[in-house]
């Protein structure tokens, strides 16, 4: 258990070049027990040859593999900018130089850093879709994030097959169907990722509902998770883009979410205008 405030300096470890800014250009960020920062990049800003080629030199060489494997130059890219920022944000907060980090999964999937690798109890996830790519990161508890270009056009009766019957009752009542089905959505694979089991847990299982300034789950008789040791956070993203936080940590800690546009070894940009739920 961290009992103290963590300074965590944005500083860039061993890099050179124009399209570099340096560690006092960016912004500062004091990690700390109870606070989430949420990075995204939106992989079609980064064009700089020189920064697609550090992201691929810092990733470790079963992650190039994974990336050269994608069939499509978009799909490269994507998990190209992914490493990278992933391994930026992990260097922040560790002081560690960015391709020092190993990673291991659980039986579901989901990563985590190998032990030894840092003292510090950072837990993180990631998350893309349409050209946009996000992690998180926390200290302490586990975390699970979701990102949804909700643009993306949907059937609607797929709420029928992974939505509880209160989820599908309140879709079929909302005026804005597509809003509130990607508000579901990111809520349910937030929670699947931050309890680290994914789709072994059916999305009809557990139920959801919202308002203006709340989010409640609930679960059947068959799971025992306590809705009370679990804070959740929904909010947009640029125009487009939903998303959604899911912390294992008791509501009464009151877990505070920064957001922050990033584009890794070049720029980080806190969004204070993002209204998060």
Request: net charge neutral; with cysteine.
């Amino acid at each position: 258990m961290v009992n103290a405030p963590m300074n965590i300096g944005l500083i860039v470890i061993g890099l050179t070049h124009p399209d570099i800014l340096r560690g006092e250009s960016l912004d500062h960020i004091e990690l700390k027990p109870g606070e989430v920062h949420f990075f995204y990049s939106v992989v079609g800003e980064i064009q700089s040859p020189f920064l697609l080629e550090k992201y691929r030199e810092i990733s470790s060489k079963e992650e190039q593999s994974k990336i050269d494997r994608y069939r499509f130059e978009r799909d490269r890219k994507c998990c190209l900018v992914t490493r990278g920022l992933i391994r930026f944000v992990l260097s922040q907060c560790t002081h560690l130089p960015p391709q020092s980090f190993e990673f291991i999964e659980n039986r579901y999937g989901k990563p985590r850093l190998k032990t030894g690798v840092t003292d510090i109890p950072i837990r993180f996830n990631l998350s893309h879709a349409g050209g946009l790519t996000a992690c998180a990161v926390v200290l302490d508890h586990e975390i699970g994030i979701d990102v949804e270009d909700s643009r993306r056009k949907i059937e609607m009766n797929i709420a029928d097959r992974f939505f509880s019957r209160q989820e599908s009752v309140h879709l079929g009542q909302a005026k804005d169907k597509q809003g509130v089905f990607f508000d579901i959505w990111t809520l349910k694979e937030s929670y699947i990722k931050a309890v680290g089991m994914g789709l072994s847990i059916p999305l009809d299982k557990f139920s959801f509902t919202k308002g203006q300034d709340y989010t409640a789950i609930e679960f059947d008789d068959d799971n025992q998770d306590d809705p009370e040791n679990f804070s959740f956070f929904r909010f947009p993203l640029l125009k487009d883009f939903k998303a959604a936080i899911t912390i294992q940590t008791p509501k009464i800690m009151r877990s505070r979410v920064n957001i922050y546009q990033c584009i890794p070894f070049k720029e980080v940009k806190q969004q204070d205008q993002i209204n998060i739920v």
